[in-house]
């Protein structure tokens, strides 16, 4: 049973919620043939490829879990990324996510450091509970200092890391992921490699694959579309949340970002999945409920988007 306050906020929210969905797309839509670049029919994201990062509802899922992911698949989602299981075992958090019709298809953890095969092992387990189909790490590139690393003998040794969770995920039925944010972009050394480069370059790419954090990415100063032509076929997976003209979190097709330019390349990208994510969305001066506006505004932006 959903929850009243939960159901009757999102509700009051709802018309805002479409209205920006409809602000954020209506450029594209209304001119689909400039979006196709002259190749006839435009391409869109299927639905059921279009999921949802369950951090930007954290504070929301920890109020009614329940009601929150009943909400999410009203919204149309049939997919989420989760990012831990709430308070909840691998066991619980299955059957909540069952009673929404919902699937875990993806879920952020961290690789233990230094590296514990028989620790990661029971993330694995936890994962296939779950129903993941893919696991993906979720930080790295901070210094104790919080300034991003630029030691380029650090990157080198995570990445070793990295192929050796990669290679245990692949042995339980997984596809292992890393997800940047933006410190991976500095450069290594006093040179011109950055933090990202010796990641993907050290990592196998049958090992492990990507998930570009789109907002990180340019936050960084790194355009999506030439990570992609620097990386075909291995991101597998996207975070699409906006960069407002303050340089922080939006809502998908609110903000700055041309997310149709980098989705053209879908196909070279190797993508199969399409996250909404927005850090900052239940969080003061929002509430918690407010999670679940950003939700239904980013997957009616994915769903109604032509490249």
């Known amino acids: 049973m959903q929850n009243d306050s939960t159901v009757s906020r999102r509700h ?6 479409a209205g920006a969905a409809a602000i954020g797309t209506s450029a594209i839509v209304a001119a689909p043939a400039e979006a196709a670049g002259g190749r006839g029919r435009p391409s869109r994201i299927p639905l059921d490829k279009i999921s949802v990062q369950l951090y930007t509802l954290r504070d929301q899922l920890a109020i009614d879990l329940d009601a929150s992911l009943a909400e999410l698949r009203e919204i149309g989602y049939t997919r989420v990324e989760h990012a831990g299981f709430v308070g909840r075992t ?9 009673r929404a019709g919902l699937r875990a298809t993806s879920g952020h953890a961290s690789i233990p450091q230094p590296f514990d095969a028989a620790s990661w092992e029971a993330t694995l387990e936890d994962a296939n ?12 590139g901070q210094a104790a200092n919080g300034q991003p690393i630029r030691d380029s003998a650090i990157y080198k040794a995570f990445a070793r ?17 890393y997800h940047n944010h933006h410190n991976e972009f500095a450069r290594q050394d006093g040179g011109t490699r950055t ?6 370059g050290e990592t196998e790419p049958g090992l492990v694959h990507l998930e570009v954090d789109l907002f990180w990415a340019f936050r960084g100063a790194h355009d999506p579309v030439d990570l992609i032509h620097q990386n075909r076929g291995r991101i597998r997976q996207v ?18 970002i041309d997310f149709a330019r980098i989705f053209e390349h879908s196909r070279e990208a190797g993508l ?11 969080s003061p001066p929002r509430t918690p409920a407010d999670a679940l506006v950003t939700a239904e505004v980013g997957y009616d932006y994915l769903a109604n988007l032509r490249f």
């Open 239 to 256: 975070h699409v949340k906006d960069l407002n003209n303050a340089g922080t979190f939006a809502d998908p097709g609110t903000g700055f």
């Open 90 to 98: 691998a066991t619980q958090f299955r059957a909540a996510l069952d």
């Open 12 to 17: 009051l929210l709802g018309a805002a919620a």
């Open 161 to 177: 890391d990295l192929n050796r969770a990669g290679a245990l995920a692949r042995k339980h039925g997984l596809s292992f992921g």
């Open 195 to 200: 933090g990202y480069d010796i990641l993907t």
């Open 129 to 140: 509970i779950v129903g993941n189909k893919y696991i993906v790490h979720p930080w790295f």
């Open 272 to 282: 199969v999945e399409y996250i909404v994510e927005r850090d900052d969305a239940g």
